[in-house]
């Protein structure tokens, strides 16, 4: 008979995974003897074996039992289970990992392929990474409100990407980020400008009636204007001379 260190080191356990699996009912635990000790069979030390290879495997201890007192097919049909499980929890990991090397790239988690896709072009562009900054966390808020527009919505975004009049917008961004104090008015001037020429061209080709289905929550775009009036001091500014021209809003654009 063996000692419960015996039978650990049979069956190539430790004495504490012994004791662990006494404890949820998986290895019964034997009576003492007459000196106060409890000792172990062969039966016992196959029992290990089996609980320790289903273990190893990859078994829930919560399945074990299940298996060690299964016939053949019983047995069969709960492996293909567990072996459909563990490739289910291997696709969960293996996207996991792909995640996490997006984070390590730099890129955002919290937004969908099409935005990366995006904020790449804006790069390539040259577009100053704190204005692509700035915009990644727009659309992190965009995403998970409207996710079932944003396909068209980037659609939209990257083909606006060749309108001259969207790249000269993106240079005067660059130019008013890197401009002293003396020459940001004179550029926050030519941005009120060009943004009042694009407004007037997506009204008269009925651009700005789609806000009304894709920008139709009041509180959400007030919030996302908020955002944009935290991104440049200077922000409060250019709505100030855009509102001069005739047009209120930030997100959501209307004629004042």
Not at 32 to 49: F, H, K, N, Q, W
Not at 177 to 190: K, P, W, Y
């Amino acid at each position: 008979m063996l000692t419960i260190g015996q039978l650990a080191s049979y069956a190539g356990a430790t004495i504490r995974a012994v004791r662990h699996y006494h404890q949820i009912g998986l290895l019964p635990e034997p009576e003492r003897d007459a000196s106060g000790y409890r000792t172990y069979g062969a039966d016992a030390v196959v029992r290990l074996i089996r609980i320790r290879t289903l273990a190893e495997a990859g078994v829930p201890l919560a399945r074990v039992q299940e298996l060690l007192d299964a016939d053949l097919e019983t047995f069969a049909e709960a492996t293909s289970r567990i072996d459909r499980e563990l490739r289910r929890q291997i696709r969960e990991l293996q996207e996991h990992r792909r995640r996490i090397a997006q984070l390590a790239s730099g890129d955002s988690l919290a937004v969908p392929q099409e935005v990366l896709d995006y904020l790449d072009q804006l790069r390539n562009a040259g577009v100053p990474e704190e204005m692509i900054e700035a915009e990644r966390d727009a659309w992190i808020l965009v995403a998970a409100r409207w996710p079932e527009q944003i396909p068209a919505i980037m659609a939209d975004k990257t083909a606006q990407l060749s309108d001259p009049k969207v790249a000269r917008l993106y240079q005067l961004i660059g130019q008013l980020l890197g401009a002293d104090s003396d020459a940001q008015e004179q550029v926050i001037e030519d941005m009120a400008d060009l943004l009042v020429e694009m407004y007037e061209q997506a009204d008269a080709s009925g651009q700005l009636d789609q806000q009304e289905v894709q920008m139709n929550d009041a509180t959400f775009v007030g919030l996302l204007d908020s955002m944009a009036a935290d991104s440049h001091p200077l922000f409060p500014r250019l709505t100030e001379l855009i509102a001069e021209r005739g047009w209120t809003g930030w997100t959501r654009i209307e004629r004042g």
